[in-house]
T-cell receptor
Framework: QTVVTQESSLTVSPGGTVTLTCASS?????????PSWFQQKPGRAPRALIH???DRHSWTPARFSGALIGGKAALTVSGVLPEDEADYYC?????????FGGGTKLTVL | EVQLVESGGGLVQPGRSLTLSCQGS????????MHWVRQGPGKGLEWVAG????????DLADSVKGRFIISRDNAKNCLYLQLDSLRIEDTATYYC??????????????WGQGTLVIVAS
């Protein structure tokens, strides 16, 4: 059974930079996995941030960027703001199956 | 403005059925593939089902195959999820989402606020 793995939690200081990663148990993540990233704040619906590995949605602030790094999908947040504190989920298309990662809780402290 | 409003959730006994609806506004549903995604209480997101713009292609997560059916009525701008043989582990907030594209359902872009389904006796 395919598993998508993310860091369970990360902490970053305001103004800092943090990278979240997303790995597949099937092997290196490539563009064929169509990686997407989502942000979710408590009590709110998820909001799409990144699609197709690197592309921002029209509403996504420029401080959020996506990449493929070392066989994983990655989401980097630069110049972190307190409002970026949230849960972040990746979504991969793995061998015909659409799977979310378990999510990363990002704390801004 | 794109809006998606889910309805139909509620408390249901194990083994019973429920149908969720997702009403779209501010756009034409027939231009987009659509998704259902759920989130159990205190848990992460789980992709549940997807359907192409013309209903030719559909897919369901293994956890709901044979029990859930996804469908759409483009004339009504509405997406549906029929939930049969409900189990306690199906308890979750169910979100509908519009895809970025019309064909392959790979990018849930715009999301509704969700409807809560509680399966309990």
């Amino acid at each position: 059974q395919t598993v998508v793995t993310q860091e369970s939690s990360l902490t970053v200081s305001p103004g800092g930079t943090v990278t979240l990663t997303c790995a597949s148990s099937t092997g290196p993540v490539t563009s064929d996995f169509h990686p997407s990233w989502f942000q979710q704040k408590p009590g709110r619906a998820p909001r799409a941030l990144i699609h197709s590995s690197t592309d921002r949605h029209s509403w996504t602030p420029a401080r959020f960027s996506g990449a493929l790094i070392g066989g994983k999908a990655a989401l980097t947040v630069s110049g972190v703001l307190p409002e970026d504190e949230a849960d972040y989920y990746c979504l991969l298309y793995c061998r015909g199956v659409r799977l979310f990662g378990g999510g990363t809780k990002l704390t801004v402290l | 403005e794109v809006q998606l409003v889910e309805s139909g959730g509620g408390l249901v006994q194990p083994g019973r059925s429920l149908t969720l609806s997702c009403q779209g506004s501010g756009f034409d549903l027939d231009g987009y593939a659509m998704h259902w995604v759920r989130q159990g209480p205190g848990k992460g997101l789980e992709w549940v089902a997807g359907i192409s713009w013309n209903s030719v292609t559909m897919d369901l997560a293994d956890s709901v195959k044979g029990r859930f059916i996804i469908s759409r009525d483009n004339a009504k701008n509405c997406l549906y999820l029929q939930l049969d043989s409900l189990r306690i582990e199906d308890t979750a907030t169910y979100y509908c989402a519009r895809d970025l594209n019309y064909g392959d359902f790979l990018v849930p872009e715009s999301w509704g606020q969700g409807t809560l389904v509680i399966v309990a006796s």
